[in-house]
């Protein structure tokens, strides 16, 4: 399977960056990033993903953090945001959504799922 779409995924907790680019390695070319400021220290290198998987409970830069800096961005402001976490809160949900975010994804979620909507949302944009 061709891998040509480039996936950043953003999240503190080692097992669960661990299986989310196992599984979506099968389908896409994989980078992972321990924490918002890793990722923005990896984007300011020049690097731009086609989408970003973005947990928001981190430490050293949040997630809400992250998405106002690259929304904020004339470079990163148009690529796609999948949030992943374990806050169901729908202010919290609301409010990322108005800063930009694509897609909203609560944990524990299957792996399948994830895929499926990163493929929904890189599959509308052209190439």
């Known amino acids: 399977?061709?891998?040509?779409?480039?996936?950043?995924?953003?999240?503190?907790?080692?097992?669960?960056?661990?299986?989310?680019?196992?599984?979506?390695?099968?389908?896409?070319?994989?980078?992972?990033?321990?924490?918002?400021?890793?990722?923005?220290?990896?984007?300011?290198?020049?690097?731009?993903?086609d989408l970003i998987v973005l947990d928001l409970m981190m430490p050293r830069l949040s997630g809400v953090e992250f998405l106002i800096n690259i929304k904020s961005s004339g470079m990163f402001r148009d690529i796609p945001v999948i949030i992943v976490s374990g806050d169901e809160d729908q202010a919290i949900i609301e409010r990322c959504k108005r800063l930009g975010c694509t897609d909203y994804m609560i944990k524990p979620f299957d792996p399948r799922q994830l895929y499926e909507r990163i493929d929904k949302i890189l599959t509308a944009i052209p190439a």
């Open 1 to 49: 399977m061709k891998k040509s779409k480039q996936v950043l995924i953003i999240e503190d907790h080692n097992g669960l960056r661990m299986m989310e680019g196992m599984f979506l390695k099968n389908y896409y070319e994989v980078v992972t990033q321990k924490d918002g400021l890793d990722g923005i220290i990896w984007l300011s290198a020049g690097n731009f993903p």
